[in-house]
């Protein structure tokens, strides 16, 4: 079984920064795309940022230049760090998994950017 463990979230003045980690167990990590969700009140999740196993990335229009997604195959963890951040950036944030185990997501970390 895959687990998921983010952490990193919390409440942060515009302009700040955050790094979100989400750390992998159960799974062959460095096999496998992993990615960064999102999901305000009231709105459906969105993607944030994805990471293949080719380290090939993609971020949302919305973050470009503003976030940068990573990962460290000998720690199982994918990293989110986010700069510059606004309060539209408020939501609770969700790492997600895709590989040959299936699709597998974390149980979220609550961001919150303060104007």
């Known amino acids: 079984q895959v687990q998921l463990v983010e952490s990193g979230g919390g409440l942060v003045q515009a302009g700040g920064s955050l790094r979100l980690s989400c750390a992998a167990s159960g799974s062959r990590f460095s096999i496998g795309a992993m990615g960064w969700y999102r999901q305000a009140p009231g709105k459906q999740r969105e993607l944030v940022a994805i990471?293949?196993?080719?380290?090939?990335?993609t971020h949302a229009d919305s973050v470009k230049g503003r976030f940068t997604i990573s990962r460290d195959n000998a720690k199982n963890t994918v990293y989110l760090q986010m700069n510059s951040l606004k309060p539209e950036d408020t939501a609770v944030y969700y790492c997600k998994r895709v590989g040959p185990e299936g699709d597998f997501w974390g149980q979220g970390t609550q961001v919150t950017v303060s104007s």
């Open positions: 990471i293949t196993s080719a380290d090939t990335t």
